[in-house]
């Protein structure tokens, strides 16, 4: 029997194999995206390639750990609180709809659980109740599905490279919905939740359903801007819509990408603008709160 056991863990988008000793002392590890295994010193290479064996795909590069970039440092020096990179997708909109979410919980409760309370009746549970249709109704929670649909779909692409944050606060209550930096360069991603309605782009405006035309154009070219200077670097602002039963382009832009939900994963094939150094440099300023400040 090995000495060793491999253990699965995943964080912060990577897939990882550890390989331990029967104490738990860790001797190497397997990233997956990268198809590098770290050996530590002193670990006998032959036995670690062993143990893993069942799990390598491809070709892989053995190695000791590389030295750990500016970057790096940077990342692991920040306090928890200035890492951008725990942020949900639409982590405002979470705050929020769980505020407006306290009463109808609490009446819900009440009602079922204290047949005498007054202030609250089996009703507030009814769709005919106005506190139903408050918490149900309530256009926020179809912006936080359509967020949640394109960051779930962004980060699927962090196994080609990408890195993904969600949610970024700007000055001024503004917020960036998701940032994408990979090998296609950097893109600022704005959500359009369409919910099979038609979706009609004249830029600037955009207009959903029956809804008033709203600048959405701009307002992606906005939050590009203010990300370029966060980073120095180069935003390409993204408009993802999400759902549409119907995509119009009367006068499509140049520079703004506008993509449903579902092409989103088209991004993985394209690249030759970031190398992998230069992302990972990039995601460590654009994760750090204070980055953002100045904007």
């Known amino acids: 029997m090995s000495r060793l056991r491999v253990t699965p863990t995943r964080g912060q988008g990577r897939d990882r194999l550890y390989v331990s000793l029967r104490d738990g002392t860790t001797v190497a590890w397997y990233d997956k995206d990268t198809g590098r295994v770290s050996v530590l010193s002193g670990a006998g290479r032959d036995e670690?390639?062993?143990?893993?064996?069942?799990?390598?795909?491809?070709?892989?590069?053995?190695?000791?750990?590389?030295?750990?970039?500016?970057?790096?440092?940077?990342?692991?020096?920040?306090?928890?609180?200035?890492?951008?990179?725990?942020?949900?997708?639409?982590?405002?909109?979470?705050?929020?709809?769980?505020?407006?979410?306290?009463?109808?919980?609490?009446?819900?409760?009440?009602?079922?659980?204290?047949?005498?309370?007054?202030?609250?009746?089996?009703?507030s549970s009814s769709p005919s109740s106005p506190l139903w249709r408050r918490w149900h109704q309530d256009p926020r929670q179809a912006e936080l599905l359509a967020q949640e649909t394109v960051g779930d779909r962004l980060d699927g692409l962090e196994g080609a490279g990408w890195r993904v944050l969600h949610s970024i606060p700007l000055p001024g209550a503004a917020r960036i919905d998701h940032l994408a930096i990979g090998p296609a360069g950097v893109l600022a991603v704005r959500t359009?939740?369409?919910?099979?309605?038609?979706?009609?782009?004249?830029?600037?405006?955009?207009?959903?359903?029956?809804?008033?035309?709203?600048?959405?154009?701009?307002?992606?070219?906005?939050?590009?801007?203010?990300?370029?200077?966060?980073?120095?670097?180069?935003?390409?602002?993204?408009?993802?819509?999400?759902?549409?039963?119907?995509?119009?382009?009367?006068?499509?832009?140049?520079?703004?990408?506008?993509?449903?939900?579902?092409?989103?994963?088209?991004?993985?094939?394209?690249?030759?603008?970031?190398?992998?150094?230069?992302?990972?440099s990039l995601y460590a300023t654009a994760r750090d709160r204070h980055s953002w400040l100045r904007v």
């Open 48 to 123: 670690v390639l062993s143990a893993l064996a069942p799990y390598l795909t491809g070709e892989v590069t053995v190695g000791p750990p590389r030295v750990p970039t500016s970057a790096d440092l940077d990342r692991l020096s920040l306090h928890p609180d200035d890492d951008l990179a725990p942020n949900r997708p639409g982590e405002a909109l979470h705050a929020e709809l769980a505020a407006l979410d306290a009463p109808w919980t609490a009446g819900a409760a009440r009602s079922s659980g204290s047949s005498g309370f007054s202030g609250f009746s089996g009703s």
């Open 192 to 280: 359009l939740p369409a919910r099979k309605r038609r979706v009609g782009v004249d830029d600037p405006l955009v207009r959903v359903g029956r809804a008033a035309p709203a600048p959405h154009l701009r307002w992606a070219r906005r939050a590009a801007e203010r990300a370029s200077r966060a980073l120095a670097a180069d935003v390409r602002p993204v408009l993802a819509v999400v759902e549409p039963g119907r995509l119009d382009a009367l006068s499509a832009p140049a520079d703004v990408r506008i993509l449903r939900d579902t092409e989103l994963a088209s991004l993985a094939s394209l690249g030759g603008v970031l190398k992998p150094a230069d992302i990972e």
